[in-house]
């Protein structure tokens, strides 16, 4: 298991207090907010070197489980948009599910983007804005199983888009997924949760609910800005919901290694967050809006596709760092 489960977020990040205003990667001092030894080491002759500038390596398929649950839960997070939450949640999914673990997915979207991606019905079914305002009292009845083995999903439409009114007077407003999930937490061995593009209350909830959170970072210029947002947001979580939730890992998508720019955004980040930035890499490629519209998770929809087996390497990435069974 990870050693920082009971420090900070990111060490140095602690308990020092909020960092008002930092929005902005260019005004955030960045060493206060994580001391890590960033920065790629001086390179070998011989040794081949991963995209983030640590010496290559695959990780190998898991050792299957012996038995199931209780989940692991993990919310996927990044206030902005279009970073690749959605096709992480996803392929994340049915890589762990492709190496036996029973995997649940839920869409905490108003967009529905996960439950489209999975071809799961999203109307006439219980969704999780059933769940959250308690017209569907049990999880268990939400639950959809998708094309792919061992991958469920619960759906959301764009009902969810009034939860965060409705439930902001409710007591507890935060812990309502957390107490949602517990019914179906003993069936899995993990728990995605696809956050929508906010820090809002529906954000925080799937923060509550967590053990862990991993956050998508495009490799593109303004890849950073609003990420010391992000971590604040964590921190909050962690010192006043729940102590145990941790930062699985920072996950670079839409890299494209031909461009100087986008190799020099991934040095930047991999300076800024070091080894919580995963030594896996997602590549840009078409591939991704393609197995979309087809409903299917890209490693059913080209299995072979290098970008297919960067998400198995990410699954294995993380139960490898023990953030997934
Ligand atoms: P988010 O959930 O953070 O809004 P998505 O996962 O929906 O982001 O991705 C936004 C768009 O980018 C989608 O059309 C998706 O198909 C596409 N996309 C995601 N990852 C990649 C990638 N590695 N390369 C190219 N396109 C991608
Ligand atoms: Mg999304």
Not at 145 to 156: F, K, R
Not at 162 to 171: C, Q
Request: proline share 7%.
């Amino acid at each position: 298991m990870n050693a920082k489960q009971d420090g900070p977020i990111l060490r140095g990040t602690g308990t020092e207090g909020a960092r008002p205003g930092i929005s902005d990667p260019n005004e955030l001092d960045i060493e206060s907010l994580t001391q890590i030894d960033g920065g790629a080491a001086p390179k070998k002759a011989g040794v081949k070197y991963g995209d983030t500038g640590r010496p290559f390596r695959v990780f190998p398929a898991p050792q299957p489980l012996k038995g199931h649950g209780p989940a692991r839960i993990i919310a996927m997070a990044n206030q902005k948009g279009g970073v690749g939450k959605t096709t992480t949640s996803i392929n994340l999914a049915a890589s762990l599910a492709a190496d036996g673990r029973r995997v649940l997915a839920i869409d905490f979207d108003p967009q529905g983007a996960l439950s489209a991606g999975l071809a799961v019905k999203t109307h006439d079914v219980p969704t999780i804005y059933d769940l959250l305002i308690g017209t569907e009292r049990d999880a268990r009845n939400a639950i959809q199983h998708t094309l792919v083995p061992n991958l469920d999903v619960i759906p959301a439409n764009i009902d969810l888009s009034a939860a965060e009114v409705h439930l902001v007077n409710e007591v507890a407003r935060e812990t309502i997924l957390a107490r949602v999930l517990r019914s179906v937490t003993p069936e899995y061995d993990v728990i995605i949760v696809d956050c929508q593009p906010s820090l809002g209350l529906l954000t925080v909830n799937a923060l509550t609910a967590a053990h862990g959170v991993l956050v998508p970072l495009e490799c593109e210029y303004f890849a950073l800005r609003g990420v010391a947002l992000l971590i604040e947001t964590i921190e909050k979580v962690k010192d006043r919901l729940n102590p145990q939730l941790q930062l699985d890992g920072i996950l670079a998508t839409m890299y494209d290694p031909r461009t100087l720019h986008a190799r020099e955004v991934l040095e930047r980040v991999v300076d800024t967050f070091g080894d919580a930035v995963l030594e896996t890499v997602i590549r840009r490629t078409v591939k991704f809006p393609d197995a979309s519209v087809a409903g299917l998770p890209l490693l059913e929809y080209a299995p072979d596709h290098p970008a297919a087996e960067a998400y198995r390497q990410v699954g294995r990435e993380l139960i490898f760092r023990g953030a997934a069974a």
